[in-house]
């Protein structure tokens, strides 16, 4: 025993895989002191009607986010690139299918 | 109502009040829990424990032939009528003492229930597969708030040591077979209490050890729940608990 402090608890964030062959999904977020207990709480608070098969947390400060003010440079370049959807192609008519 | 099944219908009775106390008295915690994920964690436990009770109380009633419903026998029995261990109806004191007795009695219920899973009456077995998921992941919880209370701060450890030493006490009636037990262990329907200690005191021990705690060290040791005689606080847990059904006699959900 030192004279030890309560430490803060941190943010998390949940994600949820619903079922077998699904992404997981973002789902909402809460505290804890680590990701262990975030991880039985995330079981507690979003899967409590059986929502999940797998549960993912992760700390909310290790998310890099894109930020709204640099949508211009982020995605709108791509808007003028219509060749990089297959849609762009014509198919010459002997190939049916693809 | 006495009929060759009564040891049965009492023991059944018996578990069931251990859940339906514990899980009434942990719903205390609603709207109270330290912090809100806690708060919903903890009250998910007292909604397994009253779940358990739930069919605990519908075998009974089965067994004695619909005489009582399920309701009937939690909400139209008095004290000296209601055979739970005394350590549940003890009040929740401080979320210390609550996840010591949780331990106490989950670390119990992993070993009770996975004999009680072996039993020959083919309800009880099935009650106690059931049950044992559900009780792993309470362990998990309480096994992981002994050892950050216990290794927490000086505060959280001096209130988590309290708790036990207040508990033990209460520990030995766990372990300790009834008439009726006794008799049903003889058809391999219930379970030796007794000879669980030895694993439990192991278990708990090591624990207690990583945790930084100390065995408590108390002389006193009190029983009788199983024959009625409570604690001053069982009649206001059922006050409370059967308030509704008293007041307005038959009312449904």
């Not at chain 1, 941190?10 to 207990?37: N, P, T, Y």
């Not at chain 2, 200690?197 to 278990?203: N, P």
């Amino acid at each position: 025993m030192t004279d030890k402090q309560a430490k803060p608890a941190l943010l998390f964030e949940v994600f949820i895989r619903s079922k077998r062959g699904l992404d997981h999904k973002h789902v909402g977020s809460l505290h804890a002191q680590d990701a262990e207990q975030a991880l039985e709480y995330a079981r507690d608070c979003y899967t409590r009607r059986s929502e999940g098969v797998s549960i993912w947390v992760v700390n909310s400060s290790d998310i890099v986010a894109s930020q709204e003010e640099d949508a211009a440079s982020f995605y709108d370049p791509m808007e003028d690139k219509p060749y990089r959807h297959a849609t762009h192609y014509v198919l010459p008519d002997p190939v049916k299918n693809m | 109502m006495m009929n060759d099944k009564q040891p049965l219908i009492n023991y059944v009775i018996a578990l069931g009040d251990d859940s339906m106390i514990l899980g009434q008295r942990l719903s205390e915690w609603c709207y109270h829990g330290p912090f809100l994920e806690e708060d919903l964690a903890i009250t998910n436990v007292a909604l397994d424990f009253i779940g358990r009770a739930q069919m605990f109380y519908e075998y009974a009633s089965k067994l004695e032939e619909g005489a009582r419903s399920a309701d009937d026998i939690a909400f139209l029995r008095d004290t000296r009528d209601y055979r739970n261990l005394l350590i549940v109806e003890l009040p929740v004191g401080d979320f210390a003492f609550t996840m010591a007795r949780q331990l106490i009695v989950d670390l119990f219920n992993q070993l009770y229930l996975g004999q009680l899973a072996k039993s020959a009456d083919p309800t009880l077995a099935a009650i106690a597969v059931k049950a044992l998921k559900e009780t792993d992941y309470h362990l998990r919880r309480s096994h992981d708030w002994v050892l950050r209370l216990g290794d927490g701060t000086d505060e959280s450890h001096q209130r988590i040591q309290q708790g036990f030493d207040q508990l033990w006490g209460y520990v030995s009636e766990l372990f300790v077979m009834t008439a009726d037990e006794s008799q049903l262990l003889a058809e391999k329907i219930s379970v030796d209490r007794s000879a669980l200690r030895d694993d439990w005191d192991t278990q708990l021990n090591s624990l207690l050890n990583e945790a930084t705690l100390l065995r408590p060290d108390t002389d006193w040791q009190l029983s009788g729940g199983r024959e009625g005689l409570h604690t001053e606080h069982h009649g206001h847990l059922l006050a409370e608990m059967q308030f509704i059904q008293r007041a307005y006699p038959g009312l449904k959900w």
